[in-house]
């Protein structure tokens, strides 16, 4: 019988990310029974390693070591290696990263990890490089000491191996002692999250931390935006805390430095991944799906906070950004945009004075960019290279040149534009093409809040992916979540997270159309949700499917997320999501979930809330309860959706229901409901559209006019 791994097996895989190290001459595995049991049958230990496409030190490391034929003569003889996508595979990711970091290590990608066969890790690391150097060893010579070590001290091993896996199920599977459900509802949390992301900002360079690298944090900027509208100038009753006129501060010195910076793309729209510097000058170049949908949905709650157009304007550039270089030509997005292009990070997006002079026609306009975008002769960047930050307001360069603000304006766009022409003729960076469900929420939301307040278009985009993710994806008739797409190959069991995420962009975009087959889907995932990751025993929401289950994985531990990071925390979403289609439905299931997991969890929000955002998140919403507007129509009145979109208003919902007692009808045996839900009920249309504004519990008389219903906001209860 042929064994596995005497060859390297990723062709078959779809992830780009595996596919990339198909040529290795290392004999990558996938992760996958065959690799494991293989591991086991001839008691090799394992090498796991775990990336993805768009990570610049895991090119790095599979050029120095993993094309390098001496070195996977190494691991081929001495180790089973896997290859993992950290996409693909967050659950995987989430159980060695876990144990990264409780000894003390940064962690971060490629992730480097040891195990035994059975898959209890015994060595951890990230990026090791060929020659040993910023202590760092040399990877050949770690190599050459796990072989030794695991042949003639394989008890040590396997004490260390034991411990570790213990420490891991503990970190990631354990659950406190649920707290008191009155000391769960509280503004306590909101504002504790707010004070700490007030005590941790940079106020002179914006963002949070005292150095780089800095990394978006759209979750703490959601944070402030809902303290700044709960307490507005009211101080915490002990007196402590920040000043509550920080919290919007904060926030648009935040966003003004990501705009502003090297993290947004000035010529083609969308983030780069994060700052690596204070000053937000230079990014890690990789685009990724979930921050182009995150922080636009920031960009566009400070929008309606501030009026500042730059934010709209922006947001709206990103969109375009995803349709053009993520969009699926059938619906969905992709996933990411690699840092390299040609070998070299940064090349495609950065600029000299001569490429600036061949690209714009004009000397003036020339001269105007090269002022706006800091570009020098000496750079900013590696060899004389500029990332464009903005380093001159258009005010200031009108000021400069005589010339009036418009026509600096229009010829600032028009030499725009030419840098952009001239960028495509340059070598693109590579595209990862997975489709993850979960991901694609992340932008379905954003598309849906951005077709409120800045293009109705947009919407159309939104309900494009959430159909394509729902047809590819879905299975109606067993409730499963699929999480990944890559022509037409359908991948992986979805995680909590493609739940949460897809349920949330579902939800969104019935807010933004008041189409009920939307809802129907948010309140079937919501349904899923509640069956597949709750456990009522423990009180809380995992990441994964119990093992043994037809979805579910078996790993050392069943994880939780319960924190936020490059991504929301999958338990924060599927709290406020559940918290509110509990309104929308008879029962009081999903309300009754979302508060197990805020009492169980309690503790560790209230020692940390700035770390766990999204869960204070939904915990203000369960203690609060949405900002309701019910509309009785056929349809939502353009203006009214206009109006409802320009204005900022905490946990809102936007619910359209039919006009009629018989239309609602109609939607209750869709739904499959005999009762109207609290949303619904006895809310018809009074002699036409009709609005209802519910805040607090307490609703407002039925009015015939938005403005009277928003008016309200402010008077009532």
């Known amino acids: 019988m042929t064994d596995p791994t005497d060859r390297n097996r990723l062709a078959a895989e779809g992830s780009p990310y595996l596919q990339a190290h198909a040529d290795n001459p290392v004999h990558w595995q996938p992760w996958d029974e065959t690799a494991l049991s293989t591991a086991e049958d001839e008691d090799k230990p394992i090498f796991l390693s775990i ?37 693909e595979r967050p659950d995987v990711d989430r159980i060695y990263q876990t144990l990264a970091q409780l000894l003390g290590q940064q962690g971060g990608w490629p992730l480097s990890v040891w195990l035994t066969p059975d898959g209890r890790p015994f060595y951890v690391g990230t990026y090791f490089p060929p020659d040993s150097r910023g202590g760092r060893p040399r990877f050949a010579d770690l190599l050459e000491d796990l072989k030794e070590t695991w042949e003639n001290d394989r008890d040590g091993i396997e004490q260390r191996a034991d411990q570790w896996a213990d420490a891991i199920s503990g970190e990631l ?6 707290a008191d459900p009155s000391d769960v509802r509280s503004d306590e949390l909101l504002r504790a999250g707010a004070d700490a992301a007030v005590r941790t900002a940079d106020r002179e360079q914006g963002g949070f931390g005292s150095g780089g690298p800095k990394f978006p944090q759209p979750g703490r900027l959601q944070l402030l935006l809902r303290a700044d509208a709960r307490f507005g100038s009211e101080r915490s009753a002990d007196g402590d805390g920040a000043d509550p006129g920080e919290y919007r501060a904060v926030l648009t010195e935040s966003l003004d430095a990501m705009v502003d910076g090297g993290l947004y793309d000035h010529v083609g729209g969308g983030f780069h991944r994060y700052a690596t510097d204070r000053s937000w000058t230079v990014p890690h170049f990789e685009k990724m799906l979930y921050d182009n949908a995150e922080i636009p949905r920031a960009l566009i709650e400070g929008y309606r906070v501030t009026g500042d157009e730059r934010y709209a304007r922006v947001a709206g550039e990103t969109f375009d950004f995803l349709e053009r270089e993520l969009g699926h030509p059938e619906g969905g997005f992709y996933s990411t945009l690699d840092a390299r292009s040609e070998g070299e990070e940064g090349k495609f997006y950065v600029w000299t004075p001569e490429e600036v002079r061949a690209a714009v026609a004009d000397e ?66 590579p595209r990862d093409e997975k489709i993850l469900a979960g991901w694609n ?50 991948r992986v069991e979805g995680y909590l997270e493609d739940y949460a995420f897809l349920a949330r962009g579902a939800l969104d975009c019935y807010q933004a159309s008041g189409d009920p087959d939307q809802l129907a889907f948010a309140l079937d995932l919501a349904e899923e949700i509640a069956t ?6 423990a009180g809380t929401l995992y990441f994964t499917e119990e093992a043994g289950s037809d979805a579910g994985t078996d790993l050392l531990a069943r994880p939780q997320e319960l924190t936020d990071r490059s991504t929301p925390s999958s338990a924060g979403v599927a709290v406020d999501v559940l918290v509110t289609l509990d309104e929308f439905v008879p029962h009081d299931r999903f309300g009754a979930v979302a508060g197990a997991v805020l009492e169980t969890h309690h503790s560790a929000i209230a020692a940390d809330a700035l770390q766990h955002a999204s869960l204070v998140l939904g915990s203000d919403r369960d203690q609060h309860g949405s900002t309701e507007l019910t509309i009785a129509a056929d349809e939502i009145p353009a203006e009214w959706r206009e109006r409802v979109g320009e204005v900022y208003l905490p946990a809102r919902v936007l619910a359209r229901r039919p006009a009629t007692e018989a239309g609602l009808a109609e939607w209750l045996d869709q739904f499959g409901l005999e009762d109207a839900p609290p949303i619904f009920a006895g809310r018809a249309a009074d002699g036409g559209p009709t609005i209802y504004a519910c805040r607090e519990f307490t609703c407002s008389q039925p009015q015939q006019d938005v403005e009277d219903a928003l008016a309200w906001f402010d008077s009532g209860p």
């Open 51 to 87: 990336g993805y496409a768009a990570c610049h030190w895991c090119h790095v490391m599979a050029e120095e070591s993993f094309e390098d034929e001496a070195t996977a003569a190494v691991l081929n003889e001495n180790f089973v290696p896997i290859k993992v996508d950290r996409e």
């Open 441 to 490: 929420g992340l932008a379905i939301s954003a598309l849906a809040e951005g077709s409120l307040a800045l293009e109705a278009d947009h919407l159309d985009r939104a309900v494009d992916a959430l159909e394509f993710v729902r047809e590819t994806l879905w299975d109606e008739d067993s409730g499963l979540l699929k999480r990944r797409y890559i022509d037409g190959d359908v």
């Open 532 to 537: 597949r990751f709750f456990d009522e025993d």
């Open 364 to 429: 003036t306009d020339v001269s105007l960019v090269l002022d706006r975008y800091g570009i020098t002769e000496d750079g900013n960047f590696e060899d004389g290279q500029t990332v464009l930050t903005i380093a001159a307001s258009v005010d200031e360069l009108a000021a400069q040149s005589g010339l009036e603000v418009d026509d600096v304006r229009d010829r600032l766009e028009r030499a725009r534009e030419q840098l952009f022409d001239a960028r495509s003729e340059r070598t693109r960076p």
């Open 173 to 178: 599977e354990g659950t406190p002692t649920p």
